[in-house]
């Protein structure tokens, strides 16, 4: 049994290695985790710290994403932004009638399973069950992948960078061959080894994103979606870092009282431009998991409220504490800038 994906010409040149994590979809991914009876030891202590912080808005979800499986691909639209969680539930909430119809019919086809009366509003497009969905959605991603969020970028930014020398020491060819070892590459077929799937995956010249994940499992995940097809592969062979307990803001740490005062992601790109000096644009947005137009609306916002000053150098945007941004994170006293922000 396996989902063979097959690659034209066109396809092999359009491979892409993507900028990080899709926050969505290890938000997903993470549901489906959440829910095993036997996570393994790779998530069990992250499966124990989460059960005891599941807000009640998210039960529902579960409907939509067993643990095992696939879920209807709406819950993970394809974005312009696929980095920041919000683009993507907003995305999430404008989905048509009609493809809400279809992948839940085709998801009750696929699992043989009833939904709960609730569903039929969703498939209707109800907006209130959509921004119940979307509402569950962002709950989640709040709760159980943002505190995560500096693990996340450590992992999936060695896997990419591992994976990047790969592509530019040996070629795509070294890349598809040892990129995960349930994959088998038999140009131009990547074949990938599927207890519960018999099928083809035709890319017919819209190319593949190889997305690095840490909830996918212990074997990559593909995402057949309309635009650009992912396949996502696993970034973790060992025990998943746990936070030992909730960000507190009265902590007094600057990460956390950053975030309280200006939000996770803003306090992130400050905080960012407080560890390293003079960081651009496109480093800040890889740090942060997001993409460079969410840095630069945030960095726009912290400009023009005198915490940061930006020097341009050709294309690049280089971006500094002013005196009161400093002040703010605590580094006019000599305070180590070391910690990070991370979302609440």
Excluded: N
């Excluded at 209707?124 to 969905?133: D, I, M, N, R, S």
């Excluded at 009282?257 to 200006?262: D, E, I, K, N, S």
Aim: net charge positive; with cysteine.
């Amino acid at each position: 049994m396996a989902l063979r994906i097959h690659f034209t010409r066109d396809d092999l040149l359009r491979v892409s290695l993507g900028d990080g994590v899709h926050p969505l979809h290890e938000t997903v991914l993470s549901l489906r985790v959440l829910q095993r009876r036997r996570p393994g030891a790779v998530y069990g202590s992250w499966q124990r710290w989460a059960r005891r912080r599941v807000p009640h808005s998210v039960h529902p979800l579960r409907a939509l994403v067993p643990p095992q499986g696939g879920c209807p691909d709406f819950l993970t639209p394809p974005t312009l932004d696929a980095y920041d969680v919000d683009v993507g539930v907003d995305a999430l909430l404008h989905t048509p009638k009609q493809v809400l119809r279809s992948e839940l019919r085709e998801f009750t086809q696929y699992t043989g399973k009833s939904l709960p009366s609730w569903a039929g509003s969703l498939a209707e497009g109800c907006p209130q069950t959509l921004e119940a969905v979307g509402g569950a959605l962002r709950d989640w991603h709040r709760t159980a992948i943002a505190p995560m969020q500096p693990h996340l970028r450590e992992r999936t930014e060695a896997a990419r960078s591992s994976a990047a020398r790969i592509l530019l020491g040996e070629g795509l060819d070294a890349l598809l061959s040892r990129l995960h070892p349930t994959l088998r590459w038999t140009p131009p077929v990547l074949e990938l080894a599927r207890p519960d799937v018999d099928g083809d995956l035709r890319l017919r010249g819209r190319g593949l994103r190889l997305v690095p994940s840490l909830f996918c499992g212990r074997a990559p995940v593909v995402q057949p979606t309309s635009d650009v097809p992912l396949l996502m592969f696993p970034v973790c062979d060992d025990v998943i870092w746990t936070p030992e307990r909730e960000p507190d803001a009265r902590d007094g740490a600057p990460g956390r009282t950053v975030a309280a005062l200006l939000g996770p992601t803003r306090a992130m790109v400050l905080l960012g431009i407080a560890e390293e000096h003079g960081p651009t644009t496109t480093e800040l947005a890889r740090r942060a998991g997001v993409s460079q137009p969410t840095v630069s609306h945030h960095t726009t916002v912290l400009r023009d409220s005198g915490l940061i000053s930006t020097h341009r150098s050709g294309t690049r945007a280089y971006h500094l504490l002013t005196p009161l941004g400093a002040r703010l994170v605590g580094q006019d006293r000599g305070q180590t800038s070391g910690q990070r922000a991370v979302d609440p």
